[in-house]
Protein backbone atom coordinates (compact mmCIF):
# COMPACT_ATOMS: atom_id res chain seq x y z
CA UNK A 1 0.00 0.00 0.00
CA UNK A 2 1.03 3.50 -0.79
CA UNK A 3 1.70 6.05 2.10
CA UNK A 4 -1.72 8.12 0.85
CA UNK A 5 -3.73 4.58 1.41
CA UNK A 6 -2.43 4.11 4.36
CA UNK A 7 -2.69 7.47 5.85
CA UNK A 8 -6.69 7.34 4.65
CA UNK A 9 -7.17 3.53 6.02
CA UNK A 10 -5.91 4.78 9.67
CA UNK A 11 -7.35 8.42 9.64
CA UNK A 12 -10.92 6.76 9.11
CA UNK A 13 -10.40 3.71 11.65
CA UNK A 14 -9.61 6.38 14.25
CA UNK A 15 -12.10 8.67 13.29
CA UNK A 16 -14.64 5.95 13.94
CA UNK A 17 -13.09 4.90 17.03
CA UNK A 18 -12.89 8.37 18.64
CA UNK A 19 -16.90 8.61 18.35
CA UNK A 20 -18.57 7.80 21.86
CA UNK A 21 -18.89 4.29 21.87
CA UNK A 22 -17.27 3.94 18.59
CA UNK A 23 -15.78 0.37 19.17
CA UNK A 24 -18.31 -1.43 20.75
CA UNK A 25 -20.79 0.04 17.75
CA UNK A 26 -18.30 -0.74 15.10
CA UNK A 27 -18.32 -4.25 16.33
CA UNK A 28 -21.98 -4.78 16.91
CA UNK A 29 -22.60 -3.58 13.60
CA UNK A 30 -19.80 -5.64 12.24
CA UNK A 31 -21.05 -8.76 13.30
CA UNK A 32 -24.75 -7.82 12.99
CA UNK A 33 -23.78 -7.05 9.07
CA UNK A 34 -21.67 -10.79 9.29
CA UNK A 35 -24.09 -12.53 10.43
CA UNK A 36 -27.44 -11.45 8.66
CA UNK A 37 -25.90 -11.92 5.51
CA UNK A 38 -23.82 -15.54 6.43
CA UNK A 39 -26.21 -17.45 9.31
CA UNK A 40 -23.82 -20.74 9.38
CA UNK A 41 -21.18 -18.55 10.11
CA UNK A 42 -23.19 -17.54 13.41
CA UNK A 43 -22.44 -21.28 14.96
CA UNK A 44 -19.21 -20.72 14.79
CA UNK A 45 -19.38 -18.07 17.97
CA UNK A 46 -20.48 -18.23 21.51
CA UNK A 47 -23.81 -17.00 22.33
CA UNK A 48 -21.99 -14.07 24.31
CA UNK A 49 -19.24 -11.75 21.77
CA UNK A 50 -18.33 -9.02 24.44
CA UNK A 51 -14.26 -10.98 24.14
CA UNK A 52 -14.86 -11.29 20.94
CA UNK A 53 -15.69 -8.32 20.28
CA UNK A 54 -13.00 -6.59 21.81
CA UNK A 55 -10.03 -8.88 20.17
CA UNK A 56 -11.22 -7.81 16.87
CA UNK A 57 -10.88 -4.01 17.39
CA UNK A 58 -7.49 -4.46 19.17
CA UNK A 59 -6.29 -6.51 16.05
CA UNK A 60 -7.61 -3.95 13.77
CA UNK A 61 -6.10 -1.34 15.24
CA UNK A 62 -2.86 -3.27 15.50
CA UNK A 63 -2.58 -4.15 11.82
CA UNK A 64 -3.44 -0.75 11.23
CA UNK A 65 -0.29 0.85 12.86
CA UNK A 66 1.70 -1.53 10.93
CA UNK A 67 0.27 -1.49 7.69
CA UNK A 68 3.89 0.72 6.86
CA UNK A 69 5.93 -2.04 8.65
CA UNK A 70 4.54 -5.56 6.86
CA UNK A 71 7.79 -7.28 8.56
CA UNK A 72 6.89 -6.70 11.07
CA UNK A 73 2.65 -7.12 10.87
CA UNK A 74 2.67 -10.16 8.77
CA UNK A 75 4.29 -12.36 11.18
CA UNK A 76 1.06 -11.42 13.38
CA UNK A 77 -1.37 -12.08 10.42
CA UNK A 78 0.45 -15.34 9.36
CA UNK A 79 -0.48 -17.00 13.40
CA UNK A 80 -3.99 -15.02 13.28
CA UNK A 81 -4.61 -17.34 10.13
CA UNK A 82 -3.33 -20.15 11.68
CA UNK A 83 -4.57 -19.76 14.53
CA UNK A 84 -8.20 -19.39 13.19
CA UNK A 85 -8.90 -22.80 11.41
CA UNK A 86 -9.59 -23.92 15.22
CA UNK A 87 -12.59 -21.99 14.39
CA UNK A 88 -13.66 -24.06 11.13
CA UNK A 89 -12.91 -20.36 9.35
CA UNK A 90 -12.28 -21.23 5.31
CA UNK A 91 -11.47 -19.06 2.46
CA UNK A 92 -14.88 -18.29 1.51
CA UNK A 93 -15.39 -16.73 5.21
CA UNK A 94 -13.01 -14.15 4.84
CA UNK A 95 -14.43 -12.26 1.81
CA UNK A 96 -17.91 -12.23 3.98
CA UNK A 97 -15.33 -10.67 7.08
CA UNK A 98 -14.11 -8.31 4.93
CA UNK A 99 -17.05 -7.37 2.74
CA UNK A 100 -19.19 -7.06 6.59
CA UNK A 101 -16.42 -4.80 7.95
CA UNK A 102 -16.59 -2.13 4.98
CA UNK A 103 -20.46 -1.69 6.16
CA UNK A 104 -19.38 -1.71 9.15
CA UNK A 105 -17.27 1.31 8.77
CA UNK A 106 -18.75 3.15 6.40
CA UNK A 107 -21.78 3.52 8.45
CA UNK A 108 -20.14 5.05 11.00
CA UNK A 109 -17.26 7.33 9.22
CA UNK A 110 -19.85 8.97 7.16
CA UNK A 111 -20.33 10.48 3.56
CA UNK A 112 -17.82 13.15 4.38
CA UNK A 113 -15.46 10.64 5.53
CA UNK A 114 -15.96 7.69 3.54
CA UNK A 115 -14.78 8.38 -0.12
CA UNK A 116 -14.50 6.45 -2.59
CA UNK A 117 -10.96 6.41 -1.84
CA UNK A 118 -11.16 5.63 1.38
CA UNK A 119 -13.36 3.02 0.42
CA UNK A 120 -10.41 2.06 -2.38
CA UNK A 121 -7.89 2.13 0.44
CA UNK A 122 -9.91 -0.03 3.08
CA UNK A 123 -10.22 -2.61 0.17
CA UNK A 124 -6.32 -2.61 -0.46
CA UNK A 125 -5.93 -3.39 3.26
CA UNK A 126 -8.16 -6.43 3.49
CA UNK A 127 -6.81 -7.65 0.42
CA UNK A 128 -3.73 -7.85 2.47
CA UNK A 129 -5.16 -9.17 5.42
CA UNK A 130 -7.25 -11.84 4.35
CA UNK A 131 -4.74 -12.67 1.85
CA UNK A 132 -1.94 -13.63 4.39
CA UNK A 133 -4.19 -14.92 6.73
CA UNK A 134 -5.72 -17.46 4.06
CA UNK A 135 -2.45 -18.41 2.88
CA UNK A 136 -1.28 -18.88 6.03
CA UNK A 137 -3.96 -21.34 6.96
CA UNK A 138 -4.03 -23.10 3.81
CA UNK A 139 0.01 -23.75 3.94
CA UNK A 140 -0.10 -25.27 7.50
CA UNK A 141 -0.52 -29.22 7.42
CA UNK A 142 -0.52 -30.13 11.03
CA UNK A 143 -3.48 -29.95 13.39
CA UNK A 144 -5.71 -26.65 14.01
CA UNK A 145 -5.63 -27.89 17.45
CA UNK A 146 -4.50 -30.27 20.19
CA UNK A 147 -5.72 -32.45 22.98
CA UNK A 148 -4.65 -32.04 26.54
CA UNK A 149 -5.49 -33.42 30.18
CA UNK A 150 -5.11 -32.08 33.21
CA UNK A 151 -2.40 -33.50 35.38
CA UNK A 152 -2.28 -31.15 38.42
CA UNK A 153 -4.27 -28.19 39.61
CA UNK A 154 -2.80 -25.79 42.58
CA UNK A 155 -4.54 -22.34 44.01
CA UNK A 156 -1.58 -20.72 44.98
CA UNK A 157 -3.69 -18.37 46.45
CA UNK A 158 -7.60 -16.95 46.46
CA UNK A 159 -7.75 -15.67 42.91
CA UNK A 160 -4.83 -17.27 41.21
CA UNK A 161 -3.97 -21.12 39.67
CA UNK A 162 -1.24 -23.18 38.08
CA UNK A 163 -2.33 -25.78 35.81
CA UNK A 164 -0.16 -28.15 34.49
CA UNK A 165 -1.46 -30.40 31.15
CA UNK A 166 -0.21 -33.26 29.55
CA UNK A 167 -0.56 -32.57 25.69
CA UNK A 168 -1.86 -35.69 23.09
CA UNK A 169 1.37 -34.64 21.17
CA UNK A 170 4.54 -32.18 21.67
CA UNK A 171 3.47 -28.88 20.81
CA UNK A 172 5.92 -26.60 19.34
CA UNK A 173 6.11 -22.87 20.61
CA UNK A 174 8.69 -20.07 21.57
CA UNK A 175 9.30 -19.19 25.18
CA UNK A 176 7.28 -16.13 25.08
CA UNK A 177 4.57 -17.27 22.90
CA UNK A 178 0.66 -17.01 23.62
CA UNK A 179 -1.62 -19.84 22.67
CA UNK A 180 -5.47 -20.13 23.08
CA UNK A 181 -7.54 -22.90 24.98
CA UNK A 182 -10.82 -24.12 25.46
CA UNK A 183 -12.42 -25.72 28.79
CA UNK A 184 -14.81 -28.19 28.63
CA UNK A 185 -17.10 -26.12 31.43
CA UNK A 186 -16.87 -23.29 28.88
CA UNK A 187 -17.38 -24.72 24.99
CA UNK A 188 -16.53 -22.60 22.38
CA UNK A 189 -15.28 -19.95 24.46
CA UNK A 190 -11.14 -19.76 23.89
CA UNK A 191 -9.20 -17.92 25.89
CA UNK A 192 -5.40 -16.74 25.65
CA UNK A 193 -2.93 -17.93 27.71
CA UNK A 194 0.73 -17.54 28.18
CA UNK A 195 2.78 -21.24 28.83
CA UNK A 196 4.91 -20.61 31.46
CA UNK A 197 7.73 -23.15 30.96
CA UNK A 198 9.29 -23.77 27.67
CA UNK A 199 8.30 -26.38 24.70
CA UNK A 200 9.50 -29.97 26.00
CA UNK A 201 9.74 -33.19 24.43
CA UNK A 202 7.52 -34.81 27.44
CA UNK A 203 4.25 -32.48 25.85
CA UNK A 204 3.35 -30.92 28.88
CA UNK A 205 2.52 -27.78 29.42
CA UNK A 206 1.72 -25.17 32.24
CA UNK A 207 -0.30 -22.24 33.06
CA UNK A 208 -0.56 -19.61 35.77
CA UNK A 209 -4.40 -18.35 35.23
CA UNK A 210 -5.73 -15.20 37.41
CA UNK A 211 -9.36 -15.32 37.78
CA UNK A 212 -10.83 -12.24 36.39
CA UNK A 213 -13.75 -10.57 38.21
CA UNK A 214 -17.12 -10.91 35.85
CA UNK A 215 -15.33 -13.05 33.34
CA UNK A 216 -16.83 -15.89 31.84
CA UNK A 217 -13.41 -18.64 31.39
CA UNK A 218 -10.83 -17.31 33.97
CA UNK A 219 -13.14 -18.42 37.14
CA UNK A 220 -14.30 -21.76 36.03
CA UNK A 221 -10.35 -22.13 34.91
CA UNK A 222 -9.04 -21.28 38.56
CA UNK A 223 -12.22 -23.00 40.79
CA UNK A 224 -13.63 -25.83 38.80
CA UNK A 225 -10.40 -27.66 37.03
CA UNK A 226 -10.44 -30.96 37.45
CA UNK A 227 -7.49 -33.37 37.14
CA UNK A 228 -8.40 -35.55 34.47
CA UNK A 229 -10.35 -32.88 32.50
CA UNK A 230 -9.70 -32.41 28.87
CA UNK A 231 -8.83 -29.65 27.35
CA UNK A 232 -7.90 -28.42 23.90
CA UNK A 233 -5.20 -26.04 22.74
CA UNK A 234 -4.51 -23.96 19.54
CA UNK A 235 -1.65 -22.58 17.62
CA UNK A 236 0.63 -20.17 19.12
CA UNK A 237 0.98 -16.74 18.66
CA UNK A 238 3.32 -13.98 19.41
CA UNK A 239 6.62 -12.82 19.15
CA UNK A 240 8.55 -12.01 22.07
CA UNK A 241 11.43 -13.77 22.81
CA UNK A 242 15.09 -13.40 23.41
CA UNK A 243 18.52 -13.43 21.30
CA UNK A 244 20.72 -15.82 22.03
CA UNK A 245 24.56 -15.17 23.30
CA UNK A 246 25.47 -12.41 21.11
CA UNK A 247 21.87 -10.76 20.98
CA UNK A 248 21.56 -7.35 23.01
CA UNK A 249 20.82 -7.42 26.97
CA UNK A 250 17.47 -7.34 28.20
CA UNK A 251 15.08 -5.35 30.76
CA UNK A 252 12.11 -7.64 31.45
CA UNK A 253 8.70 -6.18 33.68
CA UNK A 254 6.04 -8.64 33.91
CA UNK A 255 3.08 -8.14 36.44
CA UNK A 256 1.04 -10.90 38.42
CA UNK A 257 0.07 -13.84 35.97
CA UNK A 258 1.74 -11.71 33.40
CA UNK A 259 5.01 -12.99 34.17
CA UNK A 260 4.55 -16.78 32.43
CA UNK A 261 5.80 -15.31 29.13
CA UNK A 262 8.70 -14.00 30.58
CA UNK A 263 9.04 -16.86 32.96
CA UNK A 264 9.35 -19.25 30.00
CA UNK A 265 12.07 -17.23 28.52
CA UNK A 266 14.19 -17.46 31.62
CA UNK A 267 14.01 -21.07 32.35
CA UNK A 268 15.08 -21.87 28.83
CA UNK A 269 17.76 -19.63 28.75
CA UNK A 270 18.85 -21.46 32.04
CA UNK A 271 19.97 -24.20 30.10
CA UNK A 272 22.32 -22.11 27.48
CA UNK A 273 25.62 -21.95 28.68
CA UNK A 274 25.61 -17.86 27.57
CA UNK A 275 22.58 -15.33 27.52
CA UNK A 276 22.73 -11.63 27.64
CA UNK A 277 22.40 -10.08 30.88
CA UNK A 278 18.44 -9.69 32.04
CA UNK A 279 17.06 -7.73 34.04
CA UNK A 280 13.36 -8.77 35.43
CA UNK A 281 11.04 -6.46 37.47
CA UNK A 282 8.52 -8.37 38.71
CA UNK A 283 5.53 -6.83 40.16
CA UNK A 284 2.08 -7.04 41.67
CA UNK A 285 -0.55 -5.19 43.37
CA UNK A 286 0.36 -6.72 46.51
CA UNK A 287 3.50 -9.20 47.99
CA UNK A 288 1.48 -11.99 48.31
CA UNK A 289 0.82 -11.69 44.25
CA UNK A 290 4.74 -12.35 43.68
CA UNK A 291 4.33 -16.38 44.65
CA UNK A 292 6.61 -17.40 42.08
CA UNK A 293 9.56 -15.17 43.53
CA UNK A 294 11.98 -18.23 44.97
CA UNK A 295 11.82 -19.61 41.72
CA UNK A 296 13.13 -16.81 39.88
CA UNK A 297 15.58 -16.19 42.99
CA UNK A 298 16.60 -19.85 42.14
CA UNK A 299 17.11 -19.43 39.05
CA UNK A 300 19.14 -16.15 39.40
CA UNK A 301 21.58 -17.35 41.91
CA UNK A 302 22.87 -20.21 39.81
CA UNK A 303 23.02 -17.66 36.77
CA UNK A 304 24.74 -14.51 36.84
CA UNK A 305 23.29 -12.79 34.32
CA UNK A 306 20.03 -12.60 35.76
CA UNK A 307 19.05 -10.21 38.18
CA UNK A 308 15.39 -10.19 40.11
CA UNK A 309 13.30 -6.72 41.41
CA UNK A 310 10.49 -8.11 43.37
CA UNK A 311 8.25 -5.01 43.26
CA UNK A 312 4.59 -4.51 44.92
CA UNK A 313 2.42 -1.77 44.65
CA UNK A 314 1.76 -1.92 48.83
CA UNK A 315 3.85 -3.11 51.24
CA UNK A 316 1.39 -5.45 52.82
CA UNK A 317 -0.68 -8.35 51.69
CA UNK A 318 -4.72 -7.83 51.69
CA UNK A 319 -6.85 -9.04 54.42
CA UNK A 320 -8.21 -12.37 52.88
CA UNK A 321 -4.80 -13.36 52.20
CA UNK A 322 -3.57 -15.52 55.15
CA UNK A 323 -0.01 -16.41 53.89
CA UNK A 324 2.35 -13.91 54.35
CA UNK A 325 5.36 -12.55 52.07
CA UNK A 326 8.17 -14.97 52.01
CA UNK A 327 10.74 -13.81 54.54
CA UNK A 328 13.06 -13.31 51.94
CA UNK A 329 10.63 -11.28 49.79
CA UNK A 330 10.03 -8.93 52.81
CA UNK A 331 13.51 -7.85 53.21
CA UNK A 332 14.04 -6.93 49.75
CA UNK A 333 10.40 -5.67 48.54
CA UNK A 334 9.95 -2.42 46.49
CA UNK A 335 6.71 -0.61 47.22
CA UNK A 336 5.76 1.08 43.66
CA UNK A 337 3.73 0.15 40.45
CA UNK A 338 6.51 -2.34 38.62
CA UNK A 339 6.95 0.51 35.75
CA UNK A 340 7.42 3.05 37.44
CA UNK A 341 9.80 1.48 39.22
CA UNK A 342 11.37 0.20 36.19
CA UNK A 343 11.76 3.24 34.77
CA UNK A 344 13.37 4.62 37.93
CA UNK A 345 16.44 2.84 37.49
CA UNK A 346 17.31 4.87 33.60
CA UNK A 347 16.65 5.15 30.54
CA UNK A 348 17.40 1.75 29.38
CA UNK A 349 18.23 2.84 26.08
CA UNK A 350 20.85 0.00 25.47
CA UNK A 351 18.23 -2.78 26.35
CA UNK A 352 15.54 -4.84 24.61
CA UNK A 353 12.71 -4.37 26.59
CA UNK A 354 9.50 -6.67 26.96
CA UNK A 355 6.85 -5.97 28.94
CA UNK A 356 3.94 -8.34 29.76
CA UNK A 357 1.20 -7.87 31.92
CA UNK A 358 -2.63 -6.60 31.76
CA UNK A 359 -2.89 -4.04 29.10
CA UNK A 360 -3.30 -1.39 31.84
CA UNK A 361 0.04 -2.25 33.08
CA UNK A 362 1.63 -2.48 29.95
CA UNK A 363 0.27 0.64 28.77
CA UNK A 364 1.50 2.77 31.85
CA UNK A 365 4.89 1.07 31.97
CA UNK A 366 5.46 1.83 28.41
CA UNK A 367 4.43 5.49 29.68
CA UNK A 368 6.58 5.88 32.09
CA UNK A 369 9.99 4.06 30.09
CA UNK A 370 9.70 6.45 27.29
CA UNK A 371 9.47 9.38 29.66
CA UNK A 372 12.33 8.61 31.06
CA UNK A 373 14.24 8.17 27.84
CA UNK A 374 13.48 4.59 26.40
CA UNK A 375 13.58 5.06 22.84
CA UNK A 376 9.78 3.30 22.00
CA UNK A 377 11.42 0.84 19.65
CA UNK A 378 13.22 -0.68 22.19
CA UNK A 379 10.08 -1.73 23.93
CA UNK A 380 8.08 -4.83 22.82
CA UNK A 381 4.92 -6.52 23.88
CA UNK A 382 2.49 -8.61 22.62
CA UNK A 383 -0.96 -7.11 20.48
CA UNK A 384 -3.53 -6.60 23.57
CA UNK A 385 -5.94 -8.94 22.20
Given at each position: ?????????????????????????????????????????????????????ERLVTAIAYVVDHLDDLEASLPFLEQLGRDHRKYGIVDRHYAAVGA??????????????????????????????????????????????????????????????????????????????????????????????????????????????????????????????????????????????????????????????????????????????????????????????????????????????????????????????????????????????????????????????????????????????????????????????
Amino acid sequence: MDPRAISLVRTSFKAVAAVDGGPDKLTSSFYAFLFARNPEIRELFTATMTGQRERLVTAIAYVVDHLDDLEASLPFLEQLGRDHRKYGIVDRHYAAVGAALILALERFAGTELWTDEVAAAWDDAIAIIAGTMMNAANAETGPAAVGATVIEHVEVLQDVAIIRLQLDEPLKYAAGQYISVQVPSRPRMWRYLSPAIPANDAGQIEFHVRRVSGGWVSPAIVQRTEVGERWVVGSPLGSLGVAGAGGRNMLMVGSGTGLAPLRAQIMEMSARSQNPKVHLFMGGTYPCDLYDFDTMSDIARSNPWLTVVPVSENDTDPWWHDGGPVPALSRQLMPSPVGVLAASFGSWAERDVQIAGSPSMIAGTVDALVAGGTPHENIRHDPLI
